[in-house]
T-cell receptor, first 111, second 114 residues
C-alpha cells in the first residue's frame, strides 16, 4: 500500500460547482497534514494545513479523520483560477518528520 | 524574504552524462529537501538534510545520485551517469526545521535525458 493515496482524477467541473478531493494515508503515527496546490509547470505551494477539528479558509474546507486515516478538501463555488493539481501531504511520524506527497488530483474548472 | 533559489532551470543531456543541480534555501532554514517529480506524479523525496546532516536518503539511487549540503546552507544534487528515466523536475525545498513546518519550494530544475 502506498503511503499517501489520492483520487486519481482528473476532475472537470463547471464554474460555481462544489468539488471534493479525498486522500488516505497509511501511517497511523502521522501528525501533520497539509494540502498543497501545484499549477502547471510550477512548484507546489501550501494551500492550507489540516487540523484535527477541521478548518476553513474562504471557499476551502479541510477535514481530517484520524480513525479512518482520511483527509478531504472541499472547494465551494469553483473558480477558473482553481484549476490546478492538489497534492495531499502527510508527515511520516518519524523523529525527523519525512514529508510525503501524494500523487495529486488534477482539477479543471470549465467556464 | 528571498525564496529558494535553484539553478539551472533547464538542462538537456545525453544518457550516461553527468549533471549537477544547485539549491540555496531560505536564510535560516535548517531543513533542506530534494524531491524528484516525474511528469504526472507527485514529488518523491530523494534526500532530506537537517543542517548539514542527512536524515533520510532511503529513496536516493545511491549508485548514481549524490547530494551534499556543505556548511548547512546551500546544497548540490549530482547525477552520474544519467539514465533516460531520470528525466524529471528536481525540486528543492526548505523549512525552518522538521515537524509541522511548511515547505517552501524553489522553481525547480527540469532535466531531460536523451
Amino acid at each position: 500500500r502506498k503511503e499517501v493515496e489520492q483520487d486519481p482524477g482528473p476532475f472537470n467541473v463547471p464554474e460555481g460547482a462544489t468539488v471534493a478531493f479525498n486522500c488516505t494515508y497509511s501511517n497511523s503515527a502521522s501528525q501533520s497534514f497539509f494540502w498543497y496546490r501545484q499549477d502547471c509547470r510550477k512548484e507546489p505551494k501550501l494551500l492550507m494545513s489540516v487540523y484535527s477539528s477541521g478548518n476553513e479558509d474562504g471557499r476551502f474546507t479541510a477535514q481530517l479523520n484520524r480513525a479512518s486515516q482520511y483527509i478531504s478538501l472541499l472547494i465551494r463555488d469553483s473558480k477558473l483560477s482553481d484549476s490546478a493539481t492538489y497534492l495531499c501531504v502527510v508527515n511520516s511520524g518519524t523523529s525527523y518528520d519525512k514529508v510525503i506527497f501524494g500523487p495529486g488530483t488534477s482539477l479543471s474548472v470549465i467556464p | 524574504e528571498a525564496g529558494v533559489a535553484q539553478s539551472p532551470r533547464y538542462k538537456i543531456i545525453e544518457k550516461r552524462q553527468s549533471v549537477a543541480f544547485w539549491c540555496n534555501p531560505i536564510s535560516g532554514h535548517a531543513t533542506l529537501y530534494w524531491y524528484q517529480q516525474i511528469l504526472g506524479q507527485g514529488p518523491k523525496l530523494l534526500i532530506q538534510f537537517q543542517n548539514n546532516g542527512v536524515v533520510d536518503d532511503s529513496q536516493l539511487p545511491k549508485d548514481r545520485f549524490s547530494a551534499e549540503r556543505l556548511k548547512g546552507v546551500d546544497s548540490t544534487l549530482k547525477i552520474q551517469p544519467a539514465k533516460l528515466e531520470d528525466s524529471a523536475v528536481y525540486l528543492c525545498a526548505s523549512s525552518w526545521s522538521y515537524g509541522a513546518n511548511v515547505l517552501t519550494f524553489g522553481a525547480g530544475s527540469r532535466l531531460t535525458v536523451l
